[in-house]
């Protein structure tokens, strides 16, 4: 294994990510395993996911919007306040681990956005109890939720206050109304929800990403969690069968199952072409994006503040976006 050379680096992550095949571990077979081997899936574009989870599981859409009909998936914000999809099971203390981070870092936007402790108090039961009442709600059903309990939704009050809430743990998103956001409490889904302690939870999530997105730099796990370094250190010692490799002045975490992975199976993910939807995690599960995105094609891919398209790739990198 050398991971000093980009093009085994590619082709290893594209192993990883259920793109390309390998007999070194099963390749998840439906939509619930594929959610559960990534962990999460970029969510940013509704329908971008869908499609990533769809080519990764090897069935349509369509299979994949069952799933998130079934409540087997759903979309909320997991990872650094960023939309994703993710196992329903899972949900609660995904959101619960990496919420604290990032509600720190906006804790000032509700006095900015003229909201008390008092109003975010009365939004969140008022939505917790319409959405255990009457739900699914609508995005604008949440607005007039919030306005009816006297809290203004305008002014950008209203999506702030559902992306707080739905970090919380409580709050996701379901199928889709049409082309309109659905919103579903945990508790009416009757989904069991898994409830690893806050240590077991840190090595399960690492676990995951290590096996489906690695070779990964401490770097790479930092952006994907948005955990700090000094707690994610502490938590891949709870990772299970990760190994640590260092290259070129670099170290990497992967899943030991790589190990197996053959010559033929690299030289075959890399002779693929690969036709990508937006947000893919082959591009945003990593921190840096250069072993696999040329600097001059970055504008037609994905830019610095924060637009993406759909893409292609060949030997593992991208060429181009997808206009197909």
């Known amino acids: 294994m050398d991971l000093s050379r980009p093009a085994e680096l590619r082709a290893r992550r594209l192993i990883a990510q259920a793109l390309a095949p390998t007999a070194a571990r099963p390749r998840p077979g439906t939509v619930a395993e594929v959610i559960r081997w990534m962990g999460a899936v970029q969510g940013q574009t509704y329908d971008a996911g869908i499609r990533a989870l769809g080519l990764r599981a090897g069935y349509g859409e369509e299979a994949v919007l069952k799933a998130v009909a079934e409540h087997e998936v759903v979309r909320c914000w997991p990872q650094r306040g ?32 003229g909201l008390s402790p008092e109003d975010v108090a009365t939004a969140r039961r008022a939505l917790h109890d319409a959405l255990l009442a009457d739900g699914p709600l609508t995005r604008p059903a949440v607005y007039q939720t919030f306005a009816a309990a006297g809290v ?81 250190r502490a938590g891949l010692d709870a990772a299970e069968d ?69 893409f292609v790739v060949e030997d593992g990198v991208a060429v181009g976006r997808d206009v197909g």
């Open 152 to 232: 203004d939704p305008t002014d950008g009050r209203g999506p702030y206050l559902i992306r707080t809430f739905g970090r919380e743990g409580d709050v996701v998103q379901g199928p889709r109304q049409g082309k309109t956001e659905t919103f579903l409490h945990l508790d009416a889904l009757r989904v069991a929800q898994n409830d690893p302690d806050p240590d077991q939870a840190l090595g399960l999530l690492l676990t995951r990403y290590l096996h489906s997105h690695g070779p990964a730099t401490m770097k790479d796990l930092v952006w994907w969690t948005g955990l700090g370094s000094r707690v994610l």
């Open 82 to 113: 960023t939309l994703h999809f993710i196992p329903t099971a899972d949900a609660r203390w995904m959101l619960r681990l990496g919420n604290p981070r990032v509600a720190r870092s906006t804790a000032t936007r509700f006095a900015a956005l």
């Open 242 to 310: 990760v190994l640590e490799v260092s290259a070129g002045g670099e170290t990497y975490w992967l899943g030991a199952w790589q190990e197996a992975v053959t010559a033929e199976e690299l030289e075959a993910a890399l002779a693929a072409t690969y036709r990508l939807p937006a947000f893919d995690e082959y591009l945003l599960g990593y921190a840096d994006k250069s072993y696999a995105l040329p600097e001059e094609l970055r504008p037609q891919v994905l830019t610095k503040n924060g637009l993406s398209w759909p």
